[in-house]
């Protein structure tokens, strides 16, 4: 049954993609609840309630839990045992088990395995021992990730040579961690699918990622890559929703090899950085998407009306270049409402369209302000 107009959706996380999915499901009549313990954060600017505590406060939790319809959440750092208990008073879509999954590499990659779905080569390093064996196994060089905890490049270091092993295994924690085999990409791309509450799925266009500083730079909407390989992608991402019995919004980062091969990188379920483009280029965002099967909604065709070119904007530098970005005609500007640019935290970000087709080879936030 889905939630009627002024049902008050409850979303654990204050960043930006809390804030985007507030003003999604204020388009479509609902209310929003913000649980952070961040005040005032950019979520909170947006929304009509906001709770301010810790992730680990039961009886806020609970008070939270009171207030909602349903509960969802915008990003992955939630402690298990909290999403629990909030799944125990009302329904929390997607579920904690799926959060359970995307939270740790070690049970991601059995899962995906599992499914079989292909990642690089893979061992768990418990202790030192462990990770001598593993390279000996994979060979170098190699990536060396904690399984928790990592994101936009933190948590993680690559391997090289064997006097790199101590010295890695001492920096990461938490322990375990994981060795992966170094994969020779030609590509990064990802698919954002989602999957409502009749099972029904529907997969946005694989995009194409760069970055830049391991923080993701540019997404180009549709991936310039062979038509045969995105709807196979695709059909990876829905496979992926599909076995996890998805209830929400899931954003699956792959690797393409040297050879034409798909490898599936990680898994989000949430809103993701890569379809941010969606807002603009799409009728319905990933953000919409997200609110409509969180609701219980119909999910309408995940379909572009335009080809898209989304650039991040990260730290001061980018953020200099604001009035221009401003003042350049045709480009889409999004403020995510933090007042502090320090260095590499996401600012906001801005969208360029083009005609279906005409989508350019390069691009960079010099070529939007120049051209626009």
């Not at 992955?76 to 997607?94: C, T, Y």
């Not at 379809?275 to 997200?290: K, L, N, P, R």
Request: aromatic letters at 6%; proline letters at 7%.
């Amino acid at each position: 049954m889905s939630l009627a107009p002024g049902a008050v959706i409850g979303i654990i996380g204050g960043g930006q993609l809390g804030r985007m999915s507030a003003m999604a499901a204020a388009r479509l009549g609902y209310l929003t609840h913000i649980f952070s313990p961040e005040v005032f954060g950019p979520a909170a600017q947006v929304a009509a309630y906001n709770t301010v505590a810790d992730y680990t406060d039961q009886a806020a939790l609970r008070r939270f839990a009171e207030a909602v319809d349903v509960v969802t959440f915008e990003f992955e750092n939630i402690p298990a045992e909290s999403l629990a208990l909030l799944a125990s008073l009302k329904p929390v879509r997607p579920g904690p088990e799926i959060l359970a999954v995307s939270q740790d590499r070690l049970l991601e990659k059995r899962f995906l395995n599992d499914a079989g779905i292909a990642t690089a080569p893979w061992v768990a390093v418990h202790d030192e021992a462990a990770l001598a064996a593993a390279v000996a196994e994979l060979g170098l060089p190699a990536v060396l990730k904690t399984t928790r905890l990592g994101y936009d490049g933190k948590g993680q270091a690559m391997l090289r040579a064997p006097e790199d092993l101590a010295a890695a295994f001492a920096a990461l924690a938490p322990k375990p961690l994981v060795l992966e085999g170094f994969v020779d990409f030609a590509a990064e791309i990802s698919v954002m699918v989602a999957r409502g509450v009749d099972g029904e799925a529907v997969a946005f266009d694989a995009v194409e990622n760069k970055h830049k500083h391991h923080i993701l730079d540019l997404t180009y909407a549709p991936a310039p890559l062979p038509l045969d390989l995105l709807e196979e992608a695709g059909a990876i991402a829905r496979t992926v929703a599909e076995r996890l019995e998805l209830v929400g919004l899931l954003g699956v980062e792959m690797f393409v090899t040297s050879t034409g091969g798909l490898l599936v990188n990680e898994i989000a379920p949430r809103p993701h950085n890569s379809g941010h483009w969606t807002i603009d280029a799409c009728g319905c965002s990933q953000f919409e998407m997200h609110i409509r099967a969180v609701a219980g909604l119909p999910l309408p065709p995940a379909v572009r009306h335009s080809d898209a070119v989304m650039k991040n904007l990260v730290g001061p530098e980018d953020m200099a270049l604001w009035p221009a970005i401003l003042a350049a005609p045709g480009l889409i500007a999004h403020h995510y409402g933090k007042t502090e640019a320090r260095p590499g935290r996401k600012m906001g970000h801005f969208t360029r369209l083009f005609p279906k087709g005409g989508l350019p080879g390069a691009f960079g936030i010099e070529d939007a302000i120049r051209v626009g």
